[in-house]
């Protein structure tokens, strides 16, 4: 599976940014999608995920509750990040993630794209 990840840039605080990302290859093995978003010297960390089934059942990091929404498009294997009233702490290399169902135990992750919030 491959990822790829488009969508970064450089956004005013209080500002919008929708990240994207589109897997290819063995997709009918992924389960959940996600993105997590890494500072310079600190630990990767989930933003929000999200289910192929159940609805599309959601999780999100509590600093992303309420600003931030996932989504998915199974139809063409890609999942959205809307962030809205964007923070300076939001600035950070953001991942797209991708997890297999338990019987194929893979992992997948995409390049990082960066998000830079900053007046």
């Known amino acids: 599976v491959q990822l790829q990840a488009s969508g970064g840039g450089l956004v005013q605080p209080g500002g919008s940014l929708t990240l994207s990302c589109a897997a290819s290859g063995s997709v009918v093995t992924i389960d959940n999608m996600g993105w997590y978003r890494q500072d310079p010297g600190k630990q990767r960390e989930l933003v929000a995920s999200?289910?192929?089934?159940?609805?599309?059942?959601?999780t999100y990091a509590d600093s992303a509750k309420g600003r931030f929404t996932i989504s998915r498009d199974n139809a063409k294997n890609t999942v959205y990040l809307q962030m809205n009233s964007l923070k300076p702490d939001d600035a950070a290399i953001y991942y797209c993630?991708?997890?297999?169902?338990?019987?194929?135990?893979?992992?997948?992750w995409g390049k990082g794209t960066l998000v830079t919030v900053s007046s």
């Open positions: 999200i289910t192929k089934y159940n609805s599309g059942s959601t």
């Open positions: 993630n991708a997890q297999s169902f338990p019987i194929y135990g893979r992992n997948y």
